[in-house]
């Protein structure tokens, strides 16, 4: 698949994404590994913040519960009307985040972008056009795959942008994954270029608990599956 066509292919996704993110119980890896763990890198809530590719808006209603006052944006139309109808927004928009943010300059104290970079076909276009919404010394937090932990596949071409796919069936539910492999010096290349500092970098490993849980997240205990960044916007 050409990278062009990573946008497109999750927008014909969208009916399949809402379901698995959707169901209880289905994505222990976004519950129980990925959200704990992204949500200790996030600042106090301040005025605005951002969620870049907001999908159906789990991350958007977890900031609400935290105190922020949240806009969204993602590209799917599907996924956008499902996050405005679950609340957890002021504002929503149907866009591409890669092209422009349809905000001002220095609008938010805070960005995110969880798991959402790896899908699109120009990271840099969109993580420049957060440097120019976020104010100085805001804060962007990011998570996305680890490159380390990249298919075996891609692993051979670690500098290379290499897309990737993979389907999973769990419970009966079924999702095709699609994204590109970069490596991580793209990213932390890519954000000093733009006007941040990295300030903090994870890597999330699940509890003994949430093993016992969910086996399935076992092979994270020794297996970097995510990497999380927190970045501050230099004046």
Do not use: K
Request: charged share 25%; glycine share 6%.
């Amino acid at each position: 698949m050409p990278a062009d066509d990573v946008t497109e292919a999750w927008r014909q996704r969208s009916a399949q994404w809402l379901a698995w993110a959707r169901t209880p119980g289905q994505d222990a890896w976004f519950t129980e590994l990925n959200l704990p763990w992204f949500a200790e890198l996030l600042p106090a809530a301040g005025r605005r913040t951002l969620d870049v590719g907001c999908g159906e808006g789990r991350l958007g209603r977890f900031l609400l519960s935290r105190g922020h006052a949240v806009c969204g944006i993602d590209s799917s139309p599907l996924l956008v009307d499902a996050a405005r109808a679950s609340g957890g927004y002021e504002e929503l928009v149907c866009g591409n985040a890669s092209a422009s943010l349809p905000w001002a300059d220095r609008a938010f104290d805070l960005a995110v972008a969880h798991m959402v970079l790896q899908d699109m076909p120009d990271p840099a276009a969109c993580i420049a056009e957060v440097a120019r919404v976020v104010r100085p010394d805001g804060s962007f937090c990011l998570a996305i795959p680890n490159p380390v932990n990249a298919p075996a596949a891609s692993r051979s071409r670690y500098f290379d942008e290499t897309p990737g796919g993979e389907t999973v069936v769990r419970n009966g539910l079924t999702m095709d994954f699609v994204w590109i492999d970069r490596p991580l010096s793209f990213y932390t290349e890519t954000l000093t270029r733009s006007g941040f500092v990295i300030d903090r970098m994870r890597e999330p490993r699940p509890s003994s608990d949430a093993v016992r849980r969910h086996p399935a997240l076992a092979s994270a205990r020794d297996t970097p599956f995510f990497v999380h960044l927190r970045c501050r916007r230099s004046a």
